[in-house]
């Protein structure tokens, strides 16, 4: 089992920064990747950023080239740099973690971006 807390959502305006990040407790050494999801209201749940255990990332084309997602091995911990934020990146930010028993999920941070 593979436990997942998130932290570092809030308000912020447009154009300003958040950094999210995503404790990983329990069986983390069977993690092979992790990833963000978000879930803005009466839209469905998408992918923002991966992260595998090599290191590779891939990013939603909305996203990219402003939010980061990086891995410390060592805390366990998972984090999403987001910049240049814009009201459309208002959602709950969720972490997932996967290994070969399935996917692990957190509880959500929410991130509300003001105009």
């Known amino acids: 089992q593979v436990q997942l807390v998130e932290s570092g959502g809030g308000l912020v305006q447009a154009g300003g920064s958040l950094r999210l990040s995503c404790v990983a407790s329990?069986?983390?050494?069977?993690?092979?990747?992790f990833g963000w999801y978000r879930q803005a209201p009466g839209k469905q749940r998408q992918l923002v950023a991966g992260?595998?255990?090599?290191?590779?990332?891939n990013y939603a084309d909305s996203v990219k080239g402003r939010f980061t997602v990086t891995r410390d091995n060592a805390k366990n911990t998972l984090y999403l740099q987001m910049n240049s934020l814009k009201p459309e990146d208002t959602a709950v930010y969720y972490c997932?973690?996967?290994?070969?028993?399935?996917?692990?999920w957190g509880q959500g941070t929410q991130v509300t971006v003001s105009s």
């Open positions: 997932v973690a996967l290994n070969a028993f399935g996917s692990y």
């Open positions: 329990g069986s983390t050494s069977s993690i092979n990747a």
């Open positions: 992260i595998s255990g090599l290191g590779w990332t």
